[in-house]
C-alpha cells in the first residue's frame, strides 16, 4: 500500500483521474441521502485511531464537548475506550471492531456502516480523516458531516478541511473543530496539566508500534540499571515482550520488570511513576496526558508532529541525512516499516548520549518542588 501511495502521489495525472470519478460518484450519494437525514440525533465523533494519535484527539473533542448541550457518542476501537475514559468521560462510547474493516483495515465492511447507522446520527465529526473514515460515513444519513480527508473525498462532507501536513498533530484534529467552532485557544489546550515533583520515580517503556521506533532493549536495560543507582526503576512491557533471562537479571539489580496485560494495567502503572522514559509510541503519550515528565526518544518519526506538548519533556534523538524532513511526519521508508536496511537513526544515538541527556534533564528536576503546570 506504501507503493501504491508513493505512486499517485508521483504521477499527479493519475491522482486527478481518481479525483474526477470519486467526487461527482460521492456528491450524488450525498445529496441524495440528505433528503431523508437525521434531523435529531446524538453527535458521532469518529476517532479510527491508535494510543497515541487518540490521544492527541484528546483537545478537538473537549471542544466539541463544551459547546454542544446533546449527547456525544465517540465511535472508535475497544482498546482506546480506557484513555478517553480519563478525560472524558461523560461522553458515551460506542466500540467497533478491527474486524468491521478490510483490505488492511481501509475500507468499511457494511456491518461497519449498519453500525454507525444505527445511532442515527445528526453530525458527525470525523477526526481519523483518511480512507477507512470516508468509507464508513459516505452514506450516513447524518444532517451535516464535519471532517478533514483526501480531496477525492471532499464531497463526502458538509464542512470540509484538507489534511495538513505540517506539525502537529493535535492542529489535525482541531483544524476539524474549528469548522464549526472559530477562535479556539489552541496553545492552552493541547498542554496537558503536569504534576512535577522531586521525589523522580522513573517508569521505563522500551518498546513501540513498529521496530524501527524502538532505541534497543539492551541499551534501555542498561540505562535502568544505571539509574537504578540513584533513583527507583521499574521496567514496563507488553506480556511476553520481556525474556525470562533480562528479567532475572534486572531482579538481580533490584530492578522491578513489570508485564502489562491490559491498557488498564498499563495506565495504573504509569500513574505510579514520576518520569516516563520511551520511545515514541502510544504509552509515551498516555504519560504526557496523564500530567507525567516525560524523556523519548525519536528516529524515523519527526518530534515536530509527535512529541508531548508542554514543559517538562525532553525529546532526544539523532538526525542524520535520511531523518525527516521539517515538513514530513516520517521518514522516506514510512518510518522505517518500508524496507529500511538498518534502523541507522537509532543505531547512531549512543548510550553516552541518552545517558548524558537524561541526567542533565533529571538534575534539573530534582530541585523542584511539587507543583500543578
Known amino acids: 500500500m506504501f507503493e501504491i501511495t508513493k505512486f499517485i502521489n508521483k504521477y499527479k495525472f493519475f491522482s486527478s483521474i481518481i479525483n474526477s470519478i470519486l467526487k461527482p460518484f460521492f456528491y450524488l450519494i450525498r445529496k441524495t441521502i440528505k433528503i431523508f437525514n437525521n434531523d435529531d440525533g446524538p ?3 469518529i476517532s479510527l485511531h491508535k494510543l497515541g494519535d487518540s490521544v492527541f484527539t484528546i483537545p478537538a473533542i473537549k471542544e466539541i464537548e463544551k459547546n454542544y448541550a446533546k449527547e456525544i457518542i465517540i465511535l472508535c476501537y475497544p482498546e482506546v475506550i480506557p484513555i478517553y475514559k480519563l478525560s472524558v468521560d461523560k461522553m458515551k462510547f460506542f466500540e467497533i471492531e478491527h474486524n468491521d474493516f478490510y483490505f488492511n483495515s481501509r475500507i468499511a465492511h457494511y456491518r461497519a456502516r449498519k453500525k454507525l447507522h444505527s445511532l442515527k446520527p445528526e453530525i458527525i465529526f470525523d477526526l481519523t480523516g483518511v480512507m477507512t473514515s470516508a468509507s464508513l460515513v459516505f452514506n450516513s444519513r447524518a444532517k451535516k458531516i464535519i ?4 480531496e477525492q473525498f471532499k464531497t463526502i462532507y458538509d464542512s470540509y478541511i484538507p489534511v495538513r501536513n505540517v506539525p502537529h498533530l493535535m492542529d489535525r484534529y482541531l483544524d476539524v473543530v474549528s469548522l464549526e467552532i472559530p477562535r479556539i485557544d489552541r496553545e492552552s489546550i493541547k498542554t496537558f496539566p503536569k504534576t512535577i515533583s522531586s521525589n523522580i520515580s522513573i517508569l521505563i517503556h522500551p518498546f513501540a508500534g513498529w521496530k524501527a521506533k524502538e532505541w534497543n532493549l539492551n541499551k534501555y536495560v542498561d540505562l535502568a ?98 531523518s525527516p524532513a521539517f515538513n514530513q511526519k516520517l521518514c522516506f521508508t514510512d518510518g522505517g516499516r518500508a524496507r529500511c536496511p538498518s534502523f541507522e537513526c537509532m543505531n547512531q544515538l549512543s548510550f553516552e548520549e541518552v545517558e548524558n541527556n537524561l541526567l542533565f534533564f ?7 518542588k511539587e507543583t500543578l503546570v
Do not use: W
Open 43 to 45: 453527535i458521532i465523533i
Open 147 to 150: 471532517g478533514m480527508n483526501r
Open 225 to 322: 540499571i544505571k539509574l537504578n543507582i540513584k533513583y527507583k526503576v521499574c521496567l514496563i512491557a507488553p506480556e511476553n515482550k520481556i525474556s525470562a533471562d533480562i528479567s532475572l537479571m534486572l531482579s538481580k539489580e533490584k530492578i522491578t520488570v513489570i508485564q502489562a496485560r491490559s491498557m488498564d494495567e498499563l495506565i495504573e502503572q504509569i500513574q505510579l511513576c514520576s518520569v516516563f522514559i520511551g520511545n515514541d509510541s502510544g504509552p509515551l503519550h498516555i504519560a504526557n496526558l496523564l500530567g507525567k515528565v516525560t524523556f523519548s526518544i525519536y528516529g524515523p518519526t519527526n518530534p515536530d508532529f509527535h512529541y508531548p506538548i508542554g514543559k517538562h519533556h525532553k525529546v532526544c534523538l539523532k538526525k542524520i541525512k535520511c
Open 362 to 368: 533529571l538534575s534539573e528536576l530534582s530541585g523542584t
